[in-house]
C-alpha cells in the first residue's frame, strides 16, 4: 500500500516569498470561501488564491480553467510553480493556494470533494514552518520545513496541526500529471 503523503525534494529557495508575504499581509484572506464557515475545516485559518477558476469558463459539473489572480503579480508565485510543473511533467496547471494556519491553529480532519480536488495531483511547497506542525493522515504524518516540497492525495482523511510557535505558511500547487 503507498501512503498518501510523500516528500520529494529539500532545500528549495523560499526566502523570496518568505519576504513578498511579509510585504504583502493585505493579500490574506481576499478570498474566504474555505475560511468562512464554521462548518469548513479551514475555518479560521488564512488563504491567499493566486490562481484558480475563471468564472466565464465554469461549468455545472465545477470543472473549469483557472487563471492568475492579482496577487500573483506581487508575490513570486510563477518563479516558483513553474519549475516545480516541469519537474513533475505537469500537463496542466491548475489552482495555487498559499495557506497559513497560525500557531495553535488546526486544518480540521477532511476529505476534499469536487471536480478540482480529483483531477488534479496535489503539490506542496512549504514556505514557512518550525517543529510541532505536522501534516496528517491515519496512517502517517509529515514534519516539514521550509523549502520541503511534498505530494499529498487529499482524496484520503487528513488534517495539519501546528503546535509551534511559528506560522505554518504553505503553497500549495494543482497539477495535472501523467499518474502512474
Known amino acids: 500500500m503507498s501512503l498518501p503523503i510523500r516528500l520529494l525534494a529539500e532545500g528549495a529557495d523560499v526566502s523570496e516569498m518568505q519576504a513578498a508575504l511579509a510585504a504583502h499581509p493585505e493579500l490574506w484572506n481576499q478570498q474566504t470561501a474555505r475560511t468562512q464557515s464554521p462548518d469548513s475545516p479551514h475555518h479560521g485559518l488564512d488563504d491567499i488564491w493566486s490562481r484558480y477558476a475563471d468564472p466565464a469558463t465554469m461549468r455545472e ?11 500573483a503579480d506581487l508575490l513570486p508565485v510563477r518563479e516558483m510553480v513553474f519549475p516545480l510543473m516541469a519537474a513533475v511533467h505537469g500537463e496542466r496547471l491548475g489552482g495555487v493556494l498559499i495557506t497559513r494556519i497560525k500557531p495553535g491553529q488546526t486544518c480540521k480532519p477532511h476529505t476534499d470533494p469536487g471536480w478540482h480536488a480529483r483531477y488534479y495531483d496535489k503539490f506542496a511547497v512549504q514556505i514557512q514552518a518550525a517543529p510541532g506542525q505536522a501534516f496528517h493522515f491515519e496512517s502517517t504524518s509529515l514534519v516539514t520545513k521550509p523549502g520541503d516540497i511534498f505530494w499529498f492525495d487529499n482524496s484520503h482523511k487528513h488534517w495539519v496541526t501546528n503546535e509551534s510557535e511559528t506560522d505554518r505558511i504553505t503553497m500549495i500547487v494543482c497539477i495535472r500529471t501523467e499518474r502512474n
Open 61 to 71: 459539473d465545477g470543472s473549469h480553467d483557472s487563471v492568475w489572480y492579482p496577487c
